[in-house]
């Protein structure tokens, strides 16, 4: 009778084991599995910084085109084509619903295919090392993945979220907050949209911030388990100084902020040429009046450009000067009339 018993149980496993085998495998859920995954690719990392306000902008945080915003970070093999955007709609200095913090309102965009195989699951996560700032997903957790304009889900089911106000026990570290979605169809495409989400600034305006925005996509490829990440970092920069002592050192580059002529007249640059080094500023400006002027080492004006206020974005004649001396030189961006956006364009040549 034992025998048979023994019989009966070896046959039931030679039945059962295959079938959880390929329920292993084809099942989201344990697919997440991190010790499955077989191998993990990342992409180059992609930046946004904006000079901290110490006043609302009242409009959104680009000059001429949202282009200028729209944080693009993609990964594509003959596997699979991932694009993963963050875009910083707006800035406002202080929010009752945050206990007057500042914020800036976002929203991340991650669509995602493959060619073979199927897609597993997404994670999205926001760090910052400033302890008391926070993020909250408003579209994704609060309004509902399935309403208009807020946020969107294609072939992907949350499975976990913690942010401000919604599982905050559940966040660790620098986590600020993090959504897991797992394909429920076998998909070759996804997409997942966070809608409106609030990263609420706890520093003060001489304190840059920095969120950590990282997106996560699994696949499988028909042989392996395979992990793609996508990072991307936003950077909220501590106001521009007003004077040579505190002004901002910058290289080469492009730099974005917002001076007023009531709550922040002038922003301050400084920036270190060799001599005989050519420096190429370019500016433009929108609903401000402004004046830019290029100073050396010693405070002597070099050059500058003025703009009148405008409705429209404006880009104002180039400053060009040939270093006659090696040290720091001074760019000042000063307002004369209103509040408004700039983006100074900074290039050095031989």
């Not at 600034?201 to 992990?227: C, I, M, R």
């Not at 996508?230 to 050192?249: K, N, Q, W």
């Amino acid at each position: 009778m034992n025998v048979g018993k023994h019989w009966r149980v070896l046959v039931t496993l030679s039945i059962v084991l295959p079938v959880i085998f390929i329920f292993a495998i084809k099942s989201p859920g344990l697919t997440r599995d991190p010790t499955l995954v077989t191998a993990t690719s990342t992409s180059q990392q992609a930046k946004w910084e904006f000079e901290k306000p110490s006043f609302s902008p009242d409009r959104a945080l680009w000059v001429a085109s949202s282009d200028e915003v729209l944080v693009r970070n993609s990964y594509e093999d003959d596997k699979i084509n991932v694009t993963f955007i963050v875009c910083p709609l707006g800035f406002v200095l202080t929010d009752e619903l945050h206990d007057y913090s500042s914020e800036v309102v976002l929203n991340a965009n991650l669509t995602a295919s493959v060619t073979g195989g199927y897609l597993e699951n997404v994670r999205l996560t926001f760090n910052e090392s400033y302890a008391s700032s926070q993020v909250q997903l408003l579209g994704l957790l609060f309004y509902g993945p399935h309403a208009p304009v807020h946020a969107t889900l294609n072939n992907l089911t949350v499975t976990d979220a913690a942010c401000l106000g919604f599982h905050e026990t559940l966040l660790k570290g620098d986590a600020k907050a993090y959504v897991t979605a797992v394909d429920a169809n076998s998909s070759r495409e996804v997409m997942i949209d966070t809608g409106p989400t609030d990263w609420v600034l706890k520093a003060p305006v001489n304190v840059s911030e920095q969120l950590d925005v990282s997106a996560e996509v699994t696949y499988f490829n028909g042989t392996n388990h395979v992990s793609v990440m996508l990072p991307t970092v936003l950077r909220m920069i501590s106001d521009a100084g007003s004077t040579f002592e505190d002004a901002r050192t910058i290289i080469a580059g492009s730099y974005t902020g917002a001076v007023s002529n009531y709550w922040d007249p002038v922003d301050c640059y400084k920036i270190w040429l060799n001599k005989g080094q050519k420096v190429t500023i370019s500016t433009a400006v929108c609903r401000l009046g402004a004046n830019v002027s290029l100073l050396d080492p010693f405070g002597k004006l070099m050059g500058s450009v003025q703009s009148t206020w405008s409705l429209e974005p404006k880009v104002l004649d180039n400053i060009e000067w040939t270093a006659e001396s090696e040290g720091y030189w001074y760019i000042q961006v000063s307002a004369t009339e209103d509040q408004g956006l700039y983006r100074l364009s900074v290039g050095l040549t031989y």
